[in-house]
């Protein structure tokens, strides 16, 4: 009898160890299935086929997915694209795979919210270390992530059609066609589909709005921390950046064609793997290799880029209502990068990126020295004047681009604009943890994170000020993705976040209260849209025509 018991007692152990099955799903591929969370509120559907690549279409436009026989079993969650890390390279090249998870007791159709991972475009995936889908679950909306190529298999940009560039920002695209395509299967409302990113994230979903190639896949966009005109969004010179990976590979030509044959015969680890420093020229310059740039028309190669995004911007608007924002201290997120030499470098050059055009050199030089002074007073850029080093990179770099932009689009569309500045200091800031400047007040560049997401990465106990964040933040989010208002009349959020207009920006503050108010460091704001109404370089000058 007692041995009876015990098995009973163990059987029910381990039905509770196995996963329990999600309800089958018919789409145009196939029939899958997924398995029910660890909690039992929403179903799995995890590492679906969406497109497919191999080493024949390695920096092109991607296949489509795979069809099956019998039940695709969506469970795996350990596709990522390849990319490196402490380990070395990891991840295969056939990665392309998205996640859906669906609330179980929610009235269908439910609003669809699509994320794009970011990573500066050389590292992370859509899986749950990072983007647990528990928070914005409970909203009751259906949650999608999904993995897109990355670092020279996503971003090498030659000019021919071999290889045209953007084959990463062609992933997000045919991801959203999927979505379009297969998310009602799923219960959710494939016309009510809205896209959000954070940092390269964001300055992705930027690009799909500006792009022609999207029309009609997403209704709604929300940026975080990244826009594509910022400074460094494109490539401007992206064969001279894809020279310095064949020449760490041991040949020396600017050449596409032959690039072209070296980078199609390298294995994709050693690809990965080859990580060349690109040389700091008078301007300040991010040292990344791999990002978008703008693509030369070729015939029967579908562009995502045919201009610089100011330029898409300035010209027409795909009326997408969007929410932009940013963090209080962005520029905690590129202290660990500098060194002593490396911030000594940079005080000999000028102070702002080479996406500026001056009529001469002396206009050029005497502008940088006006800007140092500026943030700097009289002393060098260094670690003795940290503080004004953090606020130069946020400006530079993040808000400031972010509030030009919004301010671009809004004068072009008639759907409603929003902008936050998150400020909020609490347990779930993991960003400025790992950077080591936890002591810092304010928030980092993508601390937000936590409190939309319910990471594994990040699975301390949430104290009761963080939960009440993360109630505002995936309610305004969600809000926004169902109503395409954050804080509609019914709302139990304890604030009216109005939109922006041509005549007055108006921010929400996400910090310990929730409260309206100006535009943030109004005197930086002046001085950068002063600078860029007068300098900004809109000219596509990239080296496809040496």
């Known amino acids: 009898m007692k041995s009876g018991k015990r098995i009973v007692l163990f059987t029910l152990f381990a039905i509770n160890l196995v996963d329990q099955p999600a309800p089958e799903v018919k789409i145009e591929q196939g029939i899958l299935s997924g398995k029910v969370s660890a909690d039992g509120s929403y179903f799995e559907y995890i590492g679906i086929p969406y497109a497919s690549t191999n080493s024949s279409t390695r920096f092109k436009a991607p296949l489509p997915p795979v069809s099956w026989k019998g039940v695709y ?10 990319q490196p890390s402490l380990l070395g390279v990891i991840g295969m090249e056939d990665c392309l795979k998205i996640n859906v998870y669906v609330p179980v007791k929610a009235k269908k159709p439910l609003p669809v919210m699509v994320y794009i991972h970011g990573g500066t475009y050389i590292i992370g995936n859509g899986g749950k270390l990072l983007y647990g889908p528990d928070f914005l679950i409970h909203q009751d909306v259906i949650l999608v992530t999904f993995n897109y190529r990355l670092g020279a298999l996503g971003f090498i940009c030659l000019g021919i059609k071999e290889a045209p560039g953007n084959a990463g920002l062609k992933d997000q695209i045919a991801a959203l066609r999927w979505v379009k395509k297969n998310i009602a299967a799923f219960g959710g409302d494939s016309d009510n ?147 002593e030499d490396t911030l000594k470098e940079r005080d000999s050059k000028y102070i702002f990126s080479p996406d500026l055009n001056f009529p001469s050199e002396d206009e050029a030089a005497n502008l940088s020295s006006a800007v140092k002074e500026y943030y700097f007073g009289p002393k060098n850029i260094s670690f003795k004047a940290q503080n004004a080093l953090l606020d ?115 921010f929400l503050y996400i910090e310990d209260e929730l409260k309206m108010g100006p535009v943030p460091n109004p005197d930086p704001y002046r001085l950068w849209k002063n600078i860029y109404s007068k300098y900004r370089n809109t000219n596509i000058v990239n080296d496809f025509k040496r």
């Open 73 to 82: 079993r969506a469970v795996d969650e350990h596709y990522q694209c390849p």
């Open 193 to 339: 589909v809205t896209l959000f990113g954070l940092s390269a994230g964001a300055t992705s979903v930027s690009m799909l709005i500006a792009s022609n190639a999207t029309k009609g896949l997403f209704k709604r966009a929300i940026l975080q921390s990244g826009v594509s005109t910022s400074s460094w969004a494109v490539n401007r010179q992206p064969l001279f950046t894809a020279s310095l990976v064949a020449k760490e590979l041991g040949y020396d030509t600017e050449d596409p064609k032959i690039m072209f044959d070296i980078f199609s015969k390298t294995p994709y680890r050693d690809l990965i793997a080859a990580k060349p420093k690109k040389p700091i020229g008078k301007y300040f310059d991010f040292q990344l290799i791999h990002y978008p740039c703008v693509e030369k028309l070729i015939e029967g190669e579908e562009p995502v880029m045919t201009d610089l995004p100011y330029n898409l911007f300035s010209k027409h608007s795909n009326n997408i209502s969007v929410i932009y924002g940013t963090t209080s201290k962005e520029g905690v997120i590129l202290l660990p990068e500098e060194t």
């Open 392 to 506: 130069l990179n946020t400006h530079l770099y993040f808000e400031m681009p972010t509030l030009l932009e919004s301010e671009i689009v809004i004068d072009k569309t008639s759907a409603p604009i929003y902008n936050y500045y998150f400020n909020y200091s609490g347990g779930r800031n993991f960003l400025k943890y790992i950077t080591g400047y936890s002591d810092e007040p304010g928030a980092c560049h993508g601390d937000e994170l936590m409190y939309l997401f319910k990471g594994n990465a990040w699975p301390f106990a949430i104290s009761k000020k963080d939960q009440t964040m993360i109630h505002w933040m995936t309610r305004l989010w969600t809000n926004f993705a169902r109503y395409g208002n954050p804080t509609p009349p019914t709302t139990d959020l304890p604030v009216h976040w109005s939109p922006s207009t041509k005549e007055n920006m108006t």
